[in-house]
C-alpha cells in the first residue's frame, strides 16, 4: 500500500513540477524588438517627460499608438551617438521612411475596443496606472507570444497563477472588469468589444 | 526495486492528478478558445488611425459627392455628402463598396494583347505605328472631362477623330438636339420647377442620372403622399421599382410606348388641352389602345392628368422621337420645369453615333462601356481598370481604378445647371497602372497634361465671376480671392454649381409627327455603372437576397 | 440617462435600392457571398424584403420592407434563450448586443428570433487578394460557426464617446452617431434616433397615426418602428393579417 | 484470427451461452461500415464548417436537433426503470435493468456527440460552463445532459466490470461492490437530473414566444411542453425498452426476459401514454383557442401548409397515442406479444412524431406576414453523421450484450460479489 503511495505521489510530483517550470517556456515562443529603446533615456536625456509627447490622442481622440518614424526623424535624421541601435534605426527606418515594426506588448486583438482617451479623460487615470514602469525602461524586454492565441505574454500577466501581479502585467478581460467593478464603472459587452 | 505494469499506471494516475494542479490544462483550454476567436487565417482589419477626404464618384457620369474614410492609405468605408448640391448625400448601393473595387479579383494589373501578357512599351510602339498607318479614332464617353481636352488635341494633331459615346441619359436628349441645333450636352431636365413628371419607363427612382437628385426631390415632395405635390407617372410594362412607388403606374405592352405618345398627342390636340396647335398624328386613338393595350378611356385620362397638373416634362430612356415631340406638344421644351438649355455650352463636338468613317486604331478609354464594340478591322487599344471578360484580340491597357486617378468630372447630362468638380488621386495605383491620357502624353510630350487643362478650368471658372462653390459652406465665386483658392476647394471636394439658367433661350420645331415607332427600352437598375465589374458585397442585393434580378453580364 | 436607440422607417419612401445593405454590410465587415451562399444562407444584417399585396395586373401593389435587428425591449427572446451570455441588451443604449466571441454558434436565438434577423456564418469569412486592407478598422471579422446581426454600428457609437471623452463631454453628440444605414438611406427613409428622449425626431415619428410595429403583438416591444399610409402594407404588420395562399414573397 | 477466437472466448461469461465469433464479425461488419461514414460525415462538417449541411437562417436547427430530442426521449428508459426498481422497488423489473442502463447510455453519448457536431465553435462549448446564462434551456440542458451522461456512465460501471476479464482483478471487485451499494444513489440522482432534462428539452421549444407555433403558456419559468416532455418521454422509455429487448430477443433466438416483465413494462407505458395524450390534448386546446390568438396568430392557418396538416395532429393523438395506449394496457391485447410490441412502436411512433412536429414544423412555418413556408432536406453529412450514431449504438449494445451480464444475471452477479 506504501509503495502504492510513493509511486503516485512520484508520478504527481513530476507532472507538477514539469506544469509548472517547463510548460510555460513552452508555452511561450520569445521574440526579440527590433530596436534598441530605452524610455528613460529619452526622459532623461532629451527632456520628453509626457508620455503623449510620442503617444499623442488625435484630434477625435483617437489614440496615435507608437509615434512613427517621422517623428523619430525630428531628433534622429542623422545618426545620434554611434550605437548599433542608431545605426539600425536611421539607416533601416528613417532613411527608407520604413515604419518600425514594434511588437506591441500591449496589443489587444481585433475584437477589443479600447480607448485611451474615455480612461484618461473620463476617468482620470494616470499613463502608470495601467503601463506601470515602463515609462522608466532603460532596456526592451523580450517580447512572448503565446504559440497557440498568438497573444502577447502581457495579456494573461508573466505569472502563471496571475497571483501577485504588478500594473500592466496582465490585460485580460477579467482585469477590465474587475477594474471597472471596482470603480463601479457599468460597461456592458459593446463597452470594450467591436 | 523493478517496476511492473501496474507500478507505470498508478503513476500515471499520479501524473494525471498532478497535471490537474498545474496550469497545463486550464491554460491549454482558455488558449484554444482565444485560438478559434482569431483564427489564424480570417483576416485582420488594418491598425492605426482613421482619416476622413471628401472627393467625388467618377463610377458613372452621376457625379456624386462622396466622403471616403481612410484608414493607412486605404479607403476603408464610402459614404454620400449631406448637402451635396449635385447628389444630396444620397449615392447609388454599389458606391457604398466601391472601395473594395480595386482588389475585385477582374482588377487589370498588366497589359495584355491577343490574351497574353505584354508591356507598355510595345502597347506605344504598336499604336504609334498604327497612327502612322492610317487615321486613328479615340473613344470617350464623358466628354467635356480635362482628359477628353487631351484625346481631343491628341487626334486634332494626329489626323484622328474624337468619338463620344452617348449614356443612354444622353441619347434620350438627342432629338431635342435635333430639332433645335443646341447640343446634346447643353440640354438637361429642370426636374426642380416640374410639377408632374410622365416617364415612359425610366428608372428614375432606381439609378437614373444622378440617383441623389431625383430621389430626394421625389421623398420631399411625394413620397406616400394621396396628391402629392409633385405627381410623379410612370409608364410601363412590369412594375419596376419607380412604378411601384409612382403616384400613378401605368401597364402598357412591351413595346408601345409610341403608340401610346401618338394616342396621347392626339388627345391632347383633340381636346384641346395644349395651347400651341402641333403636327396631328397618323394613328387613331382606337389603334393606340389596341397596340397598348390600354382603353381609349384610360390613354384619355392620361393625357388629362398630363396637363391637370403643370409644369410636366416627360422622361424618356432613350432617343425615342415620338416621345420627345409629346414634351414639344406639351410646350415642355425651354421652359422652366422642363427641359432646358444651361447657360455655357460645353465644347459640342458631340456625334451621337459613335465610328462613322473607318479607322486603322481605335482607342478606348476606360470610361466606354464594356459593351462598346469597336469596329472589327481597327486595331483596339481598349483601356480599363477591370476585365470585363470575353476574349479580346486587341490590346487590354490596365487603367486607374476608384480614387487612383486626377480627373475632373464636369456636368452629368441630366442636370440642368452646369457643376464642376475634381477628383483627387487619394490612392496610389498598382505600379503597372496608366490612363489613356498618360499613354497619349508619354507618346505626344507637347499635349495639355490633365493637370494644367484642370488649372485652366479653374481659372475659367474663376473669370466668369459666376456660380457657387459648394464645399463646408458655400461660398459665391465672387467671394473667393484667386483662382489657386478655387482650385484648391475643388481638390478638397468642393463643387462649382453655376447659377440657374434663363429658360427660353431654344425652341424646337416640329413638322410634322415622328414616324419612327420603335419601341422605348428601359435600361437595367446598374446600367449606368460603368466598370464591368461589381464590387464583391452587391452580392447582398440578388445572391443573398431576394431584393434584385443579378443584372447580366456584370461580375461580383 | 440611458438611451433607447431604435428607428423609423417610413415605407413609402422605401424605393428599396438596396444602399441600406450594401453600406451595412460594408461598415460590419461582414464578408461577400460565397459561391454556394443563397438568400437562405446569406449574411444581410439589414434585409429589404420585397412584398406585394398578392394581387396581379394593374391592381398589383408592391412595397419594400428593410429588416434590421428589432432590438427588443420587452423579454428580449434571443437574450433570454443564449446558453452563456453571448447576447445581451445593453444598458446605456437599449441595444441588442451579440458578441460572436462569446457565441458557441448553437443557434439557439436564431431560432427564438420572430424576425429572422439573426444570421450564422455557415463559411470562413474570405475577401479577393488584398481586399482585407478595406476592411473597417472599427470593427473585428467575425469568424465561422458563430451567430451575428445588427448591432447598431458599434463602432460608430464608439467613436462617439471617444470623441465626446476628448473634448470633455459626457454624453455623446447625436450627430456623431448614425447608424451606416440610416446614413446610406437615398431617401431619408430610415429615421435613427433615441425613442427615450421627447425632442428627438424619432420620438414624434415613432408615436404618429401611421406607425407601426411588426408583430408587435408578441409583446416583445420592438424598438423598430415602420410607417405607410397605405392600409395593405399596414396590414402586414400581424400575422393573422393575410392567409397563408397570399403570404407568398412579391 | 485463430486468437482472436480465443480473445473473443476469454471475454464472453463463463456458461454463457453466445454465438460462434465468425458471425459475430458478420453482424458487426456493416455497423462498423456505417459508424466509420459517420464519423467521415461528422469530421466533414467539423473541418469545413456547417455548410456541409442544409441548415440555414430560418431552419438554423435541423434533422440533428430532432433526432437529439428524439432519441433522449427514447433513453429515458434507463433512468425511470432505474427510479422504478431502486426508488419505487419493483423488483421484478430488475432483469430489464442493466439493457436499460447501456440503452440510456447509449442514447445520452450519442445526443451529445451530434451535438458537438451541430454546434458551430465545439471548442467554446465550455463557454456555458464559465459563463452560464442561468434563464437559458439550454444551460438547463447542457448541466443535466452533461451530469446525467456522467452518472449513466457511473451506472454502466459496474455492470462493465462483471466482465469475466475484469473481475479477475481484485481491486475492481472492491470497487464494483462498493459501487453497487451506490447504485441506489445515482439512480435516484439520474432520475432527478434526466427528469430535468426531458422537460428543459420541452421547455426548449416551449419559451419560444417568437415562435407562437411552439410557444406555450407554463408555471413559474417552465411552459406547458416542460412538463409533457417529462410525461412523454416516461411513457415511451419502457416501451422503447420492450422494443430494444424484443429485438435482443429475435436477434439471438432466445427468451431474455419473462413475459411478466413484459406485460409489466407495456402497463405503465400504456397508462402514462394515456395520461400524456390526455394533457397533450387540453394544452393544444388551451394553445388553440388563448395562447396563440393572443399573439395573433390564427392557430388553423399553421395547419394550412402542406405537407404539415392538422392530419399530423390528429395522427399523434388518436393512432399513435389513444390506440396505443389502449394496446398496451388492455387485457385483450397485453396478453399477446405481438399486440404488445406493436403498441409499443406506435407510442414511440407517437413520441418521435410530437418531436419532429415540435422541432421541424415549428422552424418550417411562417412568423412574419410576408414570410414564405420553407422546405428542409437533409444534406448526406447530416443523414450519414446520424447514421453513424445508430451504428455506434447498434456496436455498443452488440459487444455489451456478448460481453457483460446483460440479462437475468444480476442476482447471480451479486452473490459472487458478497463471496469474494
Not at chain 1, 25 to 37: D, G, K, N, S, T
Request: charged residues 20%; proline residues 7%.
Amino acid at each position: 500500500m506504501r509503495r502504492i503511495l510513493l509511486i503516485f505521489g512520484l508520478g504527481m510530483g513530476l507532472a507538477l513540477v514539469a506544469g509548472w517550470t517547463a510548460f510555460p517556456r513552452a508555452l511561450y515562443v520569445r521574440r526579440e524588438q527590433p530596436l534598441e529603446f530605452h524610455h528613460k533615456t529619452h526622459s532623461e536625456k532629451s527632456g520628453l517627460t509626457q508620455c503623449d509627447s510620442c503617444h499623442a490622442l488625435g484630434s477625435d481622440g483617437e489614440f496615435q499608438g507608437i509615434a512613427g518614424v517621422e517623428t523619430c526623424a525630428g531628433c534622429h535624421a542623422e545618426k545620434v551617438g554611434t550605437s548599433k541601435a542608431e545605426a539600425t534605426l536611421v539607416d533601416s527606418y528613417i532613411k527608407p521612411a520604413r515604419e518600425t515594426p514594434w511588437l506591441v506588448y500591449s496589443r489587444q486583438p481585433a475584437n477589443v475596443w479600447f480607448s485611451h482617451a474615455i480612461h484618461t479623460h473620463r476617468a482620470g487615470l494616470a499613463c502608470q496606472d495601467c503601463h506601470g514602469t515602463l515609462g522608466e525602461s532603460d532596456q526592451v524586454r523580450t517580447y512572448e507570444q503565446n504559440r497557440i492565441s498568438g497573444y502577447s505574454r502581457d495579456i494573461w500577466g508573466h505569472s502563471m497563477s496571475r497571483l501577485g501581479r504588478a500594473p500592466g502585467d496582465g490585460m485580460k478581460m477579467s482585469d477590465c472588469e474587475d477594474c471597472h467593478h471596482r470603480h463601479n464603472v457599468e460597461v456592458g459587452c459593446l463597452g470594450c468589444h467591436k | 526495486m523493478k517496476f511492473s505494469r501496474r507500478d507505470l499506471l498508478i503513476g500515471g494516475a499520479g501524473a494525471l492528478a498532478g497535471l490537474a494542479l498545474t496550469p497545463v490544462p486550464w491554460k491549454l483550454l482558455s488558449d484554444v478558445s482565444i485560438w478559434t476567436q482569431n483564427f489564424p487565417w480570417i483576416p485582420q482589419p488594418a491598425h492605426g488611425p482613421v482619416e476622413t477626404k471628401y472627393s467625388v464618384c467618377t463610377l458613372c457620369e452621376g457625379g456624386c459627392g462622396i466622403r471616403v474614410r481612410m484608414a493607412t492609405k486605404y479607403p476603408v468605408g464610402v459614404a454620400g455628402v449631406r448637402d451635396h448640391p449635385v447628389s444630396k448625400g444620397a449615392l447609388c448601393p454599389l458606391a457604398f463598396a466601391a472601395h473594395q473595387l480595386n482588389w475585385h479579383p477582374r482588377r487589370l494589373r498588366e497589359v495584355r494583347h491577343a490574351g497574353r501578357t505584354a508591356s507598355w512599351a510595345e502597347a506605344q510602339t504598336a499604336f504609334v505605328k498604327a497612327c502612322g498607318e492610317g487615321p486613328t479614332a479615340i473613344v470617350d464617353a464623358r466628354p467635356g472631362r480635362a482628359v477628353s481636352s487631351v484625346f481631343e488635341a491628341f487626334t486634332r494633331k494626329h489626323r484622328g477623330s474624337y468619338q463620344v459615346v452617348l449614356s443612354a441619359e444622353s441619347q434620350a436628349l438627342t432629338p431635342y438636339a435635333g430639332w433645335s441645333g443646341v447640343p446634346v450636352t447643353s440640354l438637361g431636365y429642370d426636374l426642380e420647377n416640374a410639377r408632374t413628371i410622365v416617364s415612359f419607363g425610366v428608372p428614375v427612382l432606381d439609378g437614373w442620372g444622378t440617383p441623389g437628385r431625383f430621389t430626394r426631390l421625389w421623398s420631399e415632395r411625394a413620397a406616400g403622399a394621396a396628391d402629392p405635390q409633385l405627381r410623379l407617372i410612370q409608364i410601363e410594362p412590369s412594375l419596376s421599382r419607380t412604378a411601384a412607388r409612382a403616384w400613378r403606374w401605368v401597364p402598357l405592352r412591351e413595346g408601345s410606348e409610341a403608340a401610346l405618345a401618338a394616342g396621347v398627342a392626339r388627345t391632347l390636340l383633340e381636346e384641346h388641352l395644349v395651347g400651341a396647335p402641333g403636327p396631328m398624328p397618323r394613328s387613331t386613338l382606337a389603334e393606340a389602345a389596341a397596340q397598348t393595350g390600354l382603353a381609349t378611356e384610360a390613354i384619355r385620362d392620361l393625357a388629362q392628368r398630363m396637363v391637370e397638373n403643370r409644369p410636366v416634362v416627360v422622361i424618356a430612356p432613350d432617343g425615342n422621337p415620338a416621345i420627345a415631340a409629346l414634351n414639344v406638344l406639351l410646350g415642355a421644351v425651354g421652359a422652366p420645369g422642363g427641359i432646358v438649355r444651361k447657360r455655357g455650352d460645353v465644347p459640342s463636338h458631340v456625334s451621337a453615333d459613335p465610328l462613322p468613317g473607318s479607322f486603322r486604331a481605335v482607342l478606348v478609354d476606360s470610361t466606354v462601356p464594356w459593351e462598346f464594340a469597336a469596329q472589327n478591322d481597327a486595331e483596339v487599344f481598349r483601356f480599363a481598370a477591370w476585365d470585363g471578360g470575353g476574349d479580346s484580340a486587341g490590346w487590354l491597357l490596365p487603367a486607374p481604378g476608384f480614387l487612383e486617378e486626377l480627373t475632373d468630372v464636369p456636368t452629368p447630362p441630366t442636370s440642368a445647371l452646369e457643376t464642376y468638380a475634381v477628383a483627387q488621386n487619394l490612392v496610389a495605383p498598382p505600379t503597372e497602372i496608366r490612363s489613356a491620357a498618360q499613354f497619349l502624353l508619354q507618346i505626344d510630350p507637347t499635349l495639355p497634361a490633365v493637370e494644367k487643362v484642370i488649372h485652366a478650368r479653374c481659372d475659367e471658372i474663376f473669370r466668369t465671376r459666376q456660380g457657387t462653390v459648394y464645399g463646408e459652406h458655400p461660398l459665391a465665386v465672387t467671394k473667393i480671392y484667386s483662382a489657386k483658392h478655387l482650385e484648391e476647394q475643388l481638390r478638397k471636394g468642393a463643387v462649382w454649381m453655376g447659377d440657374p439658367p434663363s429658360p427660353g433661350k431654344f425652341r424646337c420645331e416640329l413638322k410634322e409627327w415622328p414616324a419612327d415607332n420603335r419601341a422605348a427600352n428601359a435600361t437595367c437598375w446598374a446600367a449606368s455603372w460603368a466598370p464591368p465589374v461589381f464590387p464583391p458585397l452587391a452580392t447582398k442585393l440578388y445572391q443573398e437576397s431576394n431584393l434584385r434580378e443579378p443584372p447580366a453580364g456584370r461580375q461580383a | 440617462m440611458s438611451a433607447r436607440y431604435g428607428f423609423v422607417i417610413d415605407l413609402d419612401r422605401c424605393t428599396g435600392c438596396g444602399a441600406c445593405m450594401v453600406a451595412c454590410a460594408a461598415e460590419n465587415n461582414v464578408p461577400p457571398a460565397p459561391a454556394r451562399a443563397t438568400p437562405r444562407t446569406g449574411l444581410t444584417p439589414m434585409l429589404v424584403h420585397k412584398v406585394s399585396n398578392g394581387m396581379e395586373g394593374a391592381a398589383r401593389r408592391e412595397a419594400f420592407i428593410p429588416i434590421a435587428c428589432m432590438h427588443c425591449g420587452n423579454e428580449t427572446p434571443c437574450v433570454a434563450v443564449c446558453p452563456q451570455q453571448a447576447v445581451e441588451v445593453d444598458k446605456a443604449t437599449g441595444i441588442v448586443v451579440q458578441m460572436p466571441q462569446r457565441c458557441l454558434g448553437c443557434r439557439y436565438c436564431m431560432a427564438a428570433c420572430a424576425y429572422h434577423a439573426r444570421y450564422f456564418n455557415w463559411w470562413d469569412p474570405a475577401w479577393p487578394v488584398g481586399m482585407e486592407k478595406s476592411l473597417n478598422p472599427g470593427v473585428a471579422v467575425r469568424m465561422r460557426g458563430v451567430v451575428e446581426k445588427c448591432n447598431l454600428c458599434p463602432a460608430r457609437l464608439h467613436s462617439a464617446q471617444e470623441k465626446a471623452a476628448a473634448a470633455g463631454r459626457k454624453e455623446i453628440d447625436p450627430a456623431d452617431y448614425i447608424p451606416a444605414c440610416a446614413e446610406a438611406c437615398p431617401t431619408g427613409a430610415i429615421l435613427f434616433g433615441n425613442l427615450a428622449d421627447k425632442n428627438d425626431p424619432v420620438f414624434s415619428a415613432a408615436h404618429s397615426a401611421d406607425a407601426f410595429r411588426l408583430l408587435a403583438r408578441l409583446g416583445t416591444e420592438p424598438k423598430v418602428y415602420y410607417k405607410s399610409q397605405e392600409a395593405w402594407v399596414k396590414a402586414l404588420a400581424e400575422r393573422d393579417s393575410v392567409r397563408p395562399t397570399e403570404a407568398q414573397h412579391g | 484470427m485463430a486468437d482472436l477466437v480465443l480473445i473473443d472466448r476469454r471475454l464472453i461469461a463463463r456458461g454463457a451461452e453466445r454465438t460462434s465469433t465468425m458471425r459475430f464479425m458478420f453482424w458487426l461488419i456493416p455497423w462498423v461500415a456505417l459508424a466509420a461514414l459517420g464519423i467521415y460525415a461528422a469530421a466533414l462538417c467539423l473541418y469545413f464548417g456547417l455548410n456541409q449541411t442544409h441548415m440555414d437562417t430560418r431552419f438554423a436547427f435541423g434533422m440533428w436537433i430532432y433526432l437529439d430530442l428524439g432519441m433522449i426521449a427514447m433513453g429515458a428508459g434507463a433512468f425511470f426503470t432505474g427510479f422504478l426498481v431502486y426508488i419505487l422497488k419493483q423488483e421484478d423489473l430488475k432483469p430489464v435493468l442493466n439493457s436499460a442502463v447501456v440503452v440510456g447510455l447509449i442514447c445520452y453519448s450519442g445526443a451529445v456527440a451530434v451535438l458537438m457536431v451541430d454546434v458551430g465553435q465545439p471548442l467554446r462549448a465550455w463557454f456555458t460552463f464559465w459563463h452560464p446564462n442561468t434563464h437559458s434551456m439550454l444551460t438547463e440542458v447542457t448541466f443535466c445532459i452533461t451530469c446525467y451522461l456522467f452518472v449513466l456512465i457511473l451506472e454502466y460501471l459496474p455492470v462493465l466490470l462483471r466482465n469475466r476479464q475484469l473481475r479477475k482483478v481484485p481491486s475492481f471487485l472492491v470497487f464494483e461492490y462498493q459501487l453497487h451499494k451506490l447504485v441506489p444513489v445515482l439512480a435516484a440522482v439520474g432520475a432527478f437530473l434526466s427528469f430535468f432534462h426531458q422537460g428543459s428539452l420541452g421547455g426548449l421549444y416551449g419559451v419560444l414566444r417568437g415562435r407562437p407555433f411552439a410557444f406555450r403558456q407554463g408555471f413559474a419559468i417552465w411552459p406547458s411542453t416542460f412538463f409533457l416532455f417529462i410525461l412523454s418521454a416516461i411513457a415511451v422509455g419502457p416501451s422503447f425498452l420492450m422494443l430494444v429487448t424484443a429485438a435482443a430477443e429475435t436477434l439471438t433466438e432466445r427468451r431474455l426476459v419473462g413475459a411478466n416483465v413484459f406485460r409489466k413494462l407495456g402497463l405503465i407505458s400504456g397508462v402514462l401514454l394515456g395520461i400524456y395524450v390526455a394533457a397533450k390534448a387540453i394544452d393544444t386546446l388551451v394553445w388553440l383557442n388563448i395562447t396563440s390568438p393572443a399573439v395573433g396568430f390564427s392557430p388553423w392557418d399553421f395547419y394550412a401548409y402542406k405537407p404539415f396538416g392538422s392530419a399530423l395532429l390528429f395522427l399523434e393523438i388518436v393512432p399513435l397515442g389513444l390506440l396505443p395506449a389502449f394496446l398496451l394496457t388492455s387485457p385483450l391485447t397485453t396478453r399477446r406479444r405481438g399486440w404488445l410490441l406493436c403498441g409499443a412502436a406506435l407510442a414511440c411512433g407517437g413520441v418521435l412524431l410530437n418531436r419532429f412536429v415540435l422541432t421541424v414544423q415549428t422552424l418550417a412555418l411562417p412568423t412574419l406576414a410576408f414570410d414564405d413556408f420553407l422546405q428542409y432536406i437533409p444534406s448526406w453529412q447530416e443523414v450519414a453523421t446520424f447514421a453513424g450514431v445508430i451504428a455506434y449504438g447498434v456496436i455498443l449494445y452488440s459487444l455489451s450484450y456478448r460481453y457483460l451480464p446483460l440479462f437475468g444475471q444480476a442476482k447471480r452477479a451479486d452473490k459472487n460479489v458478497s463471496l469474494d
